[in-house]
C-alpha cells in the first residue's frame, strides 16, 4: 500500500497575503487525518496544494517520499471530493462515475467492474441511471465519493464533503464514511470547520489557524493536552 503524504515546509502566498505559513506535517499511509480550524484559516488552499490543484510558493510535497511538487493534480493520483458535489447534470449517475476513467484510457470491462463494486459499496446500485437531478442531496454526496472510488487513489481528499446535508443525515453519512475509511484502508484527509466531526472521524486532528498547524494530534491528545487556549476552546476542552 501507499499514500503517505509529507509538506515540507510548505506556504502558499496571493500577492502579499500569506494564506499558508511553513507548514510541515506528515500524514502516515492509511491514516485518516482531519484538517479542522475556523471559515478562512486555509484548509481548502492547503489541501489544492497537496491535490496539486494548486502550487506552493516555497516548500515540498512528497508522496510515499517522492517529490511531487512540480507534478499535476492527474500525476499525482489523488481523489478530491468537494462540498458541492460537482456532478454533470447531464449525466446519468454510472456516466458520472465513468467520467474521468474513460479519459484514463481504461478498458471497458475494468471501468464497469469498478462501478459496480463502488456503487454496491455506496448503495448506489439502483440509481446508477438515474440524473443527479432525480436524486437526494444525500444520494449525490454519495455519488461524488463514488467517483472518488472507481478512480483508486493513493489518498483522498475531501473538502467539508457533508456539510451542505442537513444534521441528521450529516451524521449518518460521518458514520458511512469511517466505515469506507476502515474498509478501503487508504490515505484520507478530511476537511472540515465542524469540531464534532473532526474529534469522531479522525485517527488524527490536525488544528489550523491563520495558515498556521497550531496542533496536530490525535484526537483524546488534544483534549486532554491542547497546545494553547485557542486549541481548547476550538476542541471545547478544559484549558
Ligand atoms: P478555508 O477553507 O479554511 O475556509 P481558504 O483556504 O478557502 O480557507 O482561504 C484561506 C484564505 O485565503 C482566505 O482569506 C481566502 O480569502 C484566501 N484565498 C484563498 N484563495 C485565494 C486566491 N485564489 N486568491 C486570493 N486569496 C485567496
Ligand atoms: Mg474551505
Redesign the pocket.
Known sequence: MSGAITLDRVSRN??V?E?IRDISLDIAEGELAVFV?P????????LRLISGLDQPSVGRILIDGVDVTARSAAERGLAMVFQSYALYPHMTVRQNLAFGLENARLPKAEIAARITEAARMLELTPLLDRRPGQLSGGQRQRVAIGRAIVREPVAFLLDEPLSNLDAELRGAMRAELAALHRRLGRTMIY?T?DQIEAMTLADRIVV?RG?KVEQSAAPLELFNRPANRFVAGFIGAPA
Do not use: A, D, M, N
Request: net charge positive.
Open positions: 496571493f500577492g497575503v494564506v480550524g471559515s478562512g484559516c486555509g484548509k481548502s488552499t492547503l476537511v470547520h489550523l495558515g
